[in-house]
């Protein structure tokens, strides 16, 4: 049995739960402490059982049993112990299309450009695969001259989102690609659905449109299509319709926990209430009904957006299913970082790379970011064992 000396300064010694603790398990000697300064010392001397030294000095010292320290003193030990990784292959880059030949930047995303069809886009997704990133997603600016109410275009296999996606296929046969399964980029509305006179969300004939929207890009060669609106039922029906044009190798990539955030900002020119199908920022027992829906439904990959206000959301689907999770760093997440880092208020690139190990940490398999080419490109260069230690 080992002696602990519990010193501690006089006014406090009638904290009984505190020797009493000790004293379950060892014997204890109470020292009165005469110091302003100090508070608690606790020291342990040799046990009386195993042979000692009586000379032995005392050891000054606090016990401390556990020392998390010990295992953070040099890059190799940070290095061994680090609990997360990312790499290149986790990413996913989303990429802005249009039908115009030039690359037009976008204002409110410093360094996003919408890439001219096809030179700007195919060197972009050149300088992407040199670093390691494989995987790209595909953004479309639909001319205001083909929306419509109900959105026709989105299903027009000509269309600028198939076209690319043939392009790309045919250039870098073994890119992966990710298409949106959306409604609101080709609806005169901008809703994420077909809006009744009334301003009713039509759910039912909208999946209608989404069904041959998602057939239209598996037939153009898309890898994953990602639903994007917050329907009901979009999921099932979408993969009944893969299945039943012979697309079963295609995978559904589900936006399952869409909130109504305020960080769409590239996507969100003019205010529109979404409320009545994307979720509530405040809610996290409604993330997990839609992530059990759509898994049951047949999603292969859950995604969660935005990604940096919702990494309990990442960690709460990856305790619950054993499905792959995607976070999405929306355009806003990226402005955030992008314009703190021009003003100079933060390290752009620090705070970007956290916000990337900080979701791989929540539990996110995949990452959709703007930021996949400048990431990636951090991480395959010499000094990434810096970056995380
Ligand atoms: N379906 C449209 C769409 N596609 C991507 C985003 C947001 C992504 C981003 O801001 O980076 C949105 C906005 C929305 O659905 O309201």
């Known amino acids: 049995m080992a002696l602990y000396i519990l010193r501690f300064p006089c006014k406090i010694r009638e904290q009984k739960s505190y020797v009493g ?173 077909i809006v009744r006179e009334d301003g009713v969300i039509l759910n039912d004939e909208t999946i209608h449109q ?52 305020s960080l769409y900002g590239r996507f969100r020119q003019v205010e529109l209430d979404k409320k009545t199908y994307q979720i509530n920022p405040a809610n996290s027992r409604e993330a997990l009904l839609e992530a059990r829906e759509d898994e049951a439904e047949g999603a292969d990959i859950l995604m969660v957006k935005p990604a940096l206000p919702s990494l309990d959301i990442i960690r709460l689907l990856k305790d619950q299913t054993l499905l792959p999770i995607g976070a999405c760093q929306v355009s806003g997440e990226y402005s955030m970082i992008k314009a703190a880092g021009l003003l100079k208020m933060i390290d752009e690139e620090k705070v970007m790379m956290e916000s990337l190990i900080c979701m791989r940490r929540a539990g996110a398999d995949v990452i959709l970011t703007y930021f996949a080419l400048q990431a990636a490109t951090i991480l395959s260069s010499a000094n990434t064992k810096t970056i995380f230690n």
Request: charged share 25%; aromatic share 6%.
């Open 21 to 193: 603790l000790r004293a379950a398990s060892c014997k204890v000697r109470i020292i009165p402490f005469r110091s302003k300064d100090i508070a608690c010392q606790l020291q342990r001397i040799e046990a009386p059982s195993l042979p000692s030294n009586p000379a032995a000095p005392l050891n000054d010292q606090p016990l401390l049993s556990r020392r998390a320290r010990r295992n953070r003193k040099c890059p190799t030990q940070r290095d061994a112990f680090r609990e997360t990784n990312i790499s290149p292959a986790n990413l996913i880059y989303p990429l802005f299309i249009h039908e115009v030949e030039v690359d037009i930047p976008i204002t409110t995303m410093p360094g996003r450009y919408m890439l001219g069809w096809r030179h700007g886009l195919i060197e972009e997704v050149a300088r992407a695969r040199d670093v390691g990133v494989n995987s790209i997603k595909l953004y479309p600016k639909v001319p205001e001259a083909l929306k419509s109410p109900t959105g026709e275009e989105a299903y027009n296999d000509n269309g600028l989102v198939p076209r690319t996606v043939r392009l790309l296929k045919d250039r870098f046969p073994d890119i992966v690609i990710y298409t949106d399964v959306n409604f609101d980029e080709y609806s005169t509305t901008g809703h994420g659905g």
């Open 210 to 261: 989404l069904r041959k929207q998602a057939v239209s890009q598996a037939r153009a060669g898309a890898d994953v299509v990602c639903t994007s609106e917050m329907l009901d039922g979009r999921v099932g029906a979408i993969r009944a319709a893969l299945d039943a044009e012979s697309f079963q190798h295609v995978s559904i990539m589900s936006y399952s926990v869409k909130y109504t955030s």
